[in-house]
């Protein structure tokens, strides 16, 4: 390929960066062409975006230029493009056979290729060709040496080490780069940002390009800090993903109180189900969204895979941060959340950006926990040591306060107990666990809690006369527009 392949998407980055397109040199190692690319660059950090075969020049460039590269973002790349017993990629047999058929018959391969990277997309396949025959690479040697470089490398331990921020923004129709390596890619560097943009096919930045446009502001604006470690927080319920059915009565019960007090009537236009967990608030909302366009969104991948599997490709899938949203400015009608939002603290850019995405006349119903919810838990650590075992949640007063300075002028508010016994305290605390709720704070204790300390709270945990425990969970309804 070529930088013509970019087209109007570099003029649309170029609003907000300063934009430099590269050609990339012929050169039969990766070293080579990291090194042609920084002589040719100034001496200002930068982030690399790194588009299929380019993920693993940017991964080279981010290990060996760390002074230089502020971040990475792989577009539609896989650290390690062929298939190993232990990662997911393009089967050795079928690359090879793409390398003989481009040995013999280069033009009609690279047509063919083309077509495989628009598989199920072919109303963009007119734009790419255009694009593509700007600048056609006939050389079949030169094309010969990058497919080695594509078989040859593995970037995974690279992409391991990275120190500087690294996002990888994939999709779910690309033909090239399976989905599930996404998951992959996290287990080794858990503070890769992920986000799986719907029907973008190989070339997101054409086939999807606000949303893969979205995706990169989201990465380069995000604010770094905050009082939870959303790396926590993503392993948590991607850990809890398996277990999290079979303990999560109380969020049921939330959302069909949810669901009970803010939806009376089916719903139109774009429909977002925000936290999706494993699915049960998506599922509630379905007969409501004949007439809508629905879709599951959560940070952990295992917990969108397996809402995937109960509900199938009836509706839209994208695993994004609520901070960090991969959707269009103005293109929800109305955005559901059921207790997923405390994940978010403080909560305030989560709400600015659930603002942005609403439509005018867009509507936010969520539920979240409150500051009352395990207060007895809470109590019992607090008579223990000083450090954050339970995470804090908001006030109704200061969840209104962020509200209004996100934008949202119009809100109801409601507030409801709910009280669940467990047989011990130990119970309590495996469900939390189960699912991905126990303490995620920056602030949290770092060394291992003894046995004798954990003894202590125990024994400081209210108990009742037949020996259960209760746990108090404060919960708040909303529904806000602006």
Avoid at 472 to 482: D, K
Wanted: hydrophobic content about 40%; charged content about 20%.
């Amino acid at each position: 390929m070529h930088s013509g392949m970019w087209g109007s998407f570099a003029q649309q980055l170029s609003a907000n960066y300063r934009v430099t397109l590269i050609d990339l040199p012929h050169h039969e190692n990766l070293a080579q062409i990291s090194d042609e690319i920084i002589a040719g660059l100034d001496s200002q950090p930068f982030y690399v975006i790194g588009w299929s075969l380019g993920g693993a020049i940017a991964l080279d460039m981010a290990t060996r230029y760390s002074n230089r590269v502020q971040g990475v973002i792989l577009l539609a790349a896989n650290p390690c493009f062929v298939e190993q017993t232990d990662w997911a990629g393009m089967p050795l047999e079928t690359f090879d056979a793409f390398a003989t058929q481009l040995h013999a018959n280069s033009t009609v391969t690279l047509q063919r290729f083309l077509a495989l990277q628009l598989q199920g997309l072919p109303q963009f396949l007119k734009e790419v060709k255009a694009r593509f025959a700007l600048h056609i690479q006939s050389d079949t040697p030169i094309l010969e040496t990058s497919l080695q470089l594509l078989k040859k490398n593995d970037l995974r331990e690279n992409l391991k080490n990275l120190t500087c921020p690294i996002a990888a923004i994939l999709s779910d129709n690309d033909a090239l780069i399976p989905v599930f390596v996404g998951e992959q890619m996290q287990a080794l560097q858990p503070h890769l940002q992920l986000t799986i943009l719907e029907k973008a096919g190989h070339i997101p930045f054409i086939t999807q390009p606000t949303l893969c446009l979205n995706a990169i502001h989201a990465f380069v604006r995000k604010e770094q800090g905050g009082l939870l470690d959303k790396t926590k927080i993503k392993q948590s319920f991607g850990n809890a993903s398996q277990t999290y059915d079979s303990v999560a009565q109380l969020q049921r019960d939330v959302g069909q109180d949810l669901l009970k007090t803010f939806l009376s009537e089916n719903l139109t236009g774009t429909v977002v189900d925000l936290g999706c967990g494993t699915g049960f608030l998506t599922q509630t909302l379905l007969p409501y969204c004949e007439n809508a366009d629905l879709m599951a969104v959560d940070l952990a991948l295992p917990m969108l895979q397996l809402t995937r599997e109960k509900i199938g490709s009836s509706i839209h899938y994208l695993c994004s941060d609520a901070e960090s949203l991969a959707l269009a400015t103005n293109s929800v009608e109305t955005l559901f959340s059921n207790v997923a939002l405390q994940w978010c603290f403080p909560i305030d850019n989560a709400l600015r950006e659930l603002q942005r995405v609403l439509k005018p006349d867009g509507t936010l119903i969520f539920s979240t926990f409150s500051s009352q919810t395990l207060c007895e838990l809470k109590t019992a650590w607090a008579s223990v040591d000083n450090f954050a075992h339970v995470n804090e949640f908001y006030t109704q007063e200061l969840l209104q306060l962020a509200l209004e300075k996100a934008g949202f002028s119009h809100m109801e508010i409601i507030t409801k107990r709910y009280v669940s016994r467990y047989d011990s305290v130990l119970d309590l605390m495996r469900e939390l666990k189960h699912i991905g709720a126990h303490n995620v704070s920056t602030k949290r204790k770092r060394s291992v809690t003894t046995k004798t300390t954990l003894a202590q709270m125990m024994a400081n945990y209210p108990q009742e006369k037949t020996g259960e425990i209760s746990a108090t969970f404060e919960v708040i309804f909303v529904r806000a527009s602006q």
